[in-house]
């Protein structure tokens, strides 16, 4: 061993220099995503303190979004960046702006389609906003996805809804059923 060691001491130095390499690099782009996620999660919470000591959701919504749009821009890629979007979305509905929330609601649905208990949560949101954009046969097709989606959350208030629209559309027999 000690024989092939010095025989082929280049090639062997040449190899653990690459995964010395290697590992540098791997480690440097951790660190760079780790930074990213903080920053981005810092920037996010900086945000939601600023809406919180505002008071009011028209002058809350007014005082982030330039906040929320840099978070959205520099760092949609974090965790952080893509929750984000749906407490915006949560800001942007409060203050009444209903097709902004829209907007980002739907994003978020794309981020998040796979996660059962987000998607519910989402579609719950759009047909809320889609109601207060007095677009009821829009709001009943999102609450009936969660009825008869296969997560249990949330069902209940999907149910409690329908019962609402059906109600005032005049569909009394939908709306006990």
């Not at 540098?24 to 996010?44: H, Q, R, W, Y």
């Not at 906040?67 to 409060?94: H, L, Q, R």
């Not at 929330?101 to 719950?124: T, V």
Request: hydrophobic content about 45%; charged content about 25%.
């Amino acid at each position: 061993a000690l024989a092939y060691g010095k025989k082929n001491q280049k090639q062997i130095l040449l190899i653990l220099g690459g995964i010395v390499l290697v590992i540098v690099i791997f480690s440097g782009i951790m660190f760079s995503f780790k930074k990213s996620e903080n920053i981005a999660s810092d920037l996010v919470a900086a945000a939601a303190i600023t809406y919180a000591k505002a008071n009011d959701p028209i002058k809350g919504f007014q005082a982030v979004t330039a906040d929320f749009e840099m978070v959205f821009s520099e760092y949609s890629n974090t965790s952080a960046g893509k929750m984000g979007k749906v407490k915006f979305a949560k800001i942007c509905f409060d203050a009444g702006e209903y097709d902004r929330a829209f907007e980002l609601y739907k994003e978020a649905l794309e981020i998040f389609k796979n996660e059962a208990g987000m998607k519910n949560f989402l579609l719950a949101s759009l047909g809320h906003v889609s109601q207060a954009r007095n677009e009821i046969e829009t709001a009943k097709s999102y609450f009936l996805e969660i009825e008869t989606g296969a997560s249990d959350l949330l069902k209940d208030e999907a149910r409690f809804a329908l019962a609402g629209l059906y109600e005032a559309s005049n569909d009394k027999a939908s709306s006990l059923a």
